[in-house]
Nanobody, 118 residues
Framework: QVQLVESGGGLVQAGGSLKLSCAASGTILSIAMMGWYRQAPGKQRELVAVAHDGDTNYADSAKGRFTISRDNAKNTVDLTMNSLKPEDTAVYYC?????????????WGQGTQVTVSS
């Protein structure tokens, strides 16, 4: 049983900053990947940033503005978003992958709304 709790979403003006946090709880031996996705109305869910094997990757739209930070000891992952734009408006979802003897499993948070006003 794994649960992801997201926080930090809200309303911010263009050019502002916001920090999203995700905490994983439950029976977790090892998390292979922690990342953030987002989905805007009428669009597919897209990858924003991911932390995997000590590396980080970002969507082109997030590079230079967003920073993903993972704390393995606390099983948390944050997404610091700077220089926000109206097009960043979306529901942001925390996602993790857990690898074990039973195979890989993925878990999703409920999502947190980020709204950027112009």
């Amino acid at each position: 049983q794994v649960q992801l709790v997201e926080s930090g979403g809200g309303l911010v003006q263009a050019g502002g900053s916001l920090k999203l946090s995700c905490a994983a709880s439950g029976t977790i031996l090892s998390i292979a990947m922690m990342g953030w996705y987002r989905q805007a109305p009428g669009k597919q869910r897209e990858l924003v940033a991911v932390a995997h094997d000590g590396d980080t990757n970002y969507a082109d739209s997030a590079k230079g503005r967003f920073t993903i930070s993972r704390d393995n000891a606390k099983n948390t992952v944050d997404l610091t978003m700077n220089s926000l734009k109206p097009e960043d408006t979306a529901v942001y979802y925390c996602n993790i992958w857990v690898a074990g003897v039973g195979g890989a499993r993925t878990y999703w948070g409920q999502g947190t709304q980020v709204t950027v006003s112009s």
